[in-house]
């Protein structure tokens, strides 16, 4: 199986940036996602990026707040966190698609492959 290790999360106060990293296995190819999902709610889209061409798709929420990157050569991808807010609260999973699916997805339904979840809390 495909293995993803998030880390980076933690305790933030609002207005405070945190960075998350996703490193992936296996070739760097298709494109990663990020996710989260606060206390009795839904997992959410945040961000995706393509591996080939960088190319990049975004919540509204994060917008303008959130940048997602990759490094090819480490097949690592970065969130960087900026001007959190407490309903920035959730555990965040990174996700994988591989091969020719490089669309940027926001769309966890095409994402078969994920890490196992890094808190981030953001106090007020």
């Known amino acids: 199986q495909v293995q993803l290790v998030e880390s980076g999360g933690g305790l933030v106060q609002a207005g405070g940036s945190l960075r998350l990293s996703c490193a992936a296995s296996?070739?760097?190819?298709?494109?990663m996602g990020w996710f989260r999902q606060a206390p009795g709610k839904e997992r959410e889209f945040v961000a995706a990026?393509?591996?080939?061409?960088?190319?990049?798709n975004y919540a509204d929420s994060v917008k303008g707040r959130f940048t997602i990157s990759r490094d090819n050569a480490k097949n690592t991808v970065y969130l960087q966190m900026n001007s959190l807010k407490p309903e920035d609260t959730a555990v965040y999973y990174c996700?994988?698609?591989?091969?020719?699916?490089?669309?940027?997805?926001?769309?966890?339904?095409?994402?078969?492959?994920w890490g196992q979840g890094t808190q981030v809390n953001v106090s007020s």
């Open positions: 990026v393509s591996w080939s061409d960088g190319n990049t």
């Open positions: 296996g070739r760097t190819s298709g494109a």
């Open positions: 996700a994988a698609r591989y091969g020719s699916s490089w669309y940027p997805s926001n769309s966890k339904k095409q994402y078969p492959y």
